[in-house]
């Protein structure tokens, strides 16, 4: 068995295709229950974020797996296989065990060293441990992989120096609007993304904060720890209106603001600039309202772009450190546990080669003194070590590749092993 990395992210896909993929718990469950009835995969976990839908899975066929998990994807999702082909992620190995981690570091992210990611997958492995479609191996990776994030952040000063998503639109909507001192500031949504942006926007001085959300309780206790304004969401547009910054990130599936609310609300303002951070997968607000006369939309594309720059901080360089650490650490742990049955075969197999060939050499020699014969036993173990070295490393590597099983048969030949010594 081996590990696989399915999906799509921000690396290499249009922010309008990783909409399109983005699932909610319904379907990323639909997408699970899909990938798991495929012979080659025995375990799924789904990662889906504004930032990636990723499938990460225990397979033993890498080409089978593959093939299942672009039907099962494609299936729940609507989106072509022709659509799929040439933005897919796909990690095997070694190459996915590295990307789960510098995932749960935040060093994938869109903005690097970001901290919601691990909520984000710790969340991930919750459902897949709740459903049972997470077992033994992605247990143990993801959570390898937390411990890890939680090191980078700890360890790294990453947390200091990355620039949140909230903190780069906030700039943007700065060099746009004027210092952040005093701009009225509408956040529509409360969930962790909604509160990050309203904690931005207070730390930076904004002159007043409203909270909008479909439900009025969590506008209201979000509003009451940040000394905000909560209004229901019968009232979006006539905050739409008094609002300098709109920042909304609803994880709904229509639109929120569309380009007539948008519009009437810049009757309201007679004009007056105003900026839209959309930060939601898929979007909020309306494409068309960064058309509007005195209106900036800055929606993923937009921030991805400004955050595309800086990121080999000296920080970051630490946290790749500590990530490639850990990675290998990780697969020299794993390789030791999978490998370990085939290693005890062929040593056993050897020693029982060994203990014969020693037994033969003793009658042959009855007049060698007993220095002479523990000098023969030495030489003919320490031959015997020599050989099975490089088999014994090349078994480790297989199994860090996931390839073992492919080779078991030339092991037996090769050993002259019964197949119940390597189960």
């Known amino acids: 068995m081996s590990t696989v990395v399915f999906g799509l992210n921000h690396h290499r896909t249009p922010i309008q295709l990783l909409e399109r993929v983005s699932l909610g718990q319904d379907v990323a469950a639909r997408l699970t229950e899909s990938a798991l009835e495929s012979p080659d995969i025995s375990e799924v976990v789904v990662v889906s974020t504004c930032n990636r839908t990723e499938v990460y899975a225990e397979v033993s066929a890498f080409h089978g797996a593959v093939a299942d998990l672009t039907t099962a994807l494609t299936g729940v999702t609507g989106v ?35 901290a919601q990611i691990v909520a984000q997958l710790r969340d991930a492995l919750a459902v897949g441990q709740d459903s049972g479609a997470a077992g033994p191996a992605l247990n143990h990776l993801l959570q390898q992989a937390l411990r890890t ?38 956040v529509v949504g409360a969930g962790s993304m909604s509160s990050l942006a309203a904690t931005t926007a207070s730390r930076l001085g904004a002159g007043s904060i409203t909270v909008v959300n479909r439900t009025h309780e969590r506008a209201v206790s979000l509003a009451a720890r940040l000394d905000a304004q ?9 905050a ?83 990530v490639a650490d850990a990675v290998h650490r990780h697969l020299s742990d794993r390789a030791a546990q999978v490998a370990a049955p085939t290693v005890t075969a062929i040593r056993a197999a050897a020693a029982e080669v060994v203990t014969r060939e020693l ?14 014969r523990a000098e023969v036993h030495l030489a003919i173990h320490r031959v015997v070590e020599k050989l099975l070295h490089r088999p014994t490393v090349r078994v480790k590597e297989m199994a860090i590749d996931g390839r073992i099983v492919e080779y078991e048969d030339a092991i037996r030949a090769l050993f002259d092993l019964h197949g119940s010594e390597l189960s």
Do not use: W
Not at 230 to 237: G, L, S, T, W
Not at 359 to 372: F, G, K, M, N, S
């Open 80 to 114: 072509t296989q022709d659509d799929l082909v040439e933005h897919l992620e796909l990690q095997y190995g070694e190459a996915a065990v590295a990307h789960v981690f510098n995932v749960a570091a935040g060093l994938d992210s869109m903005a690097v060293g970001e």
């Open 240 to 322: 739409l209106a008094q609002a300098d910054v709109v920042i909304s990130c609803t994880g709904s599936t229509g639109l929120v603001v569309d380009l007539a609310a948008a519009a009437d609300a810049q009757v309201a303002r007679s004009g007056r600039a105003q900026v839209y951070l959309d930060l939601a997968m898929p979007h909020d607000v309306a494409v068309e309202v960064g058309g509007l006369r005195g209106v900036t939309r800055l929606g993923l594309a937009e921030l991805g772009q400004a955050l595309g720059r800086g990121t080999e901080l000296p920080e970051v360089s630490a946290a790749r450190g500590v």
């Open 230 to 238: 909560a209004r229901p969401i019968a009232e979006i547009e006539a």
């Open 149 to 186: 994030g939680k090191r980078v952040r700890t360890e790294t000063g990453l947390d200091r120096v990355s620039r949140s998503l909230v903190e780069v639109g906030l700039e943007l909507a700065r060099d746009l609007l004027g210092a952040v001192e005093g701009l009225d500031v509408l």
């Open 359 to 372: 037994e033969r050499v003793d009658q042959r020699t009855p007049d060698l003194t007993d220095a002479e």
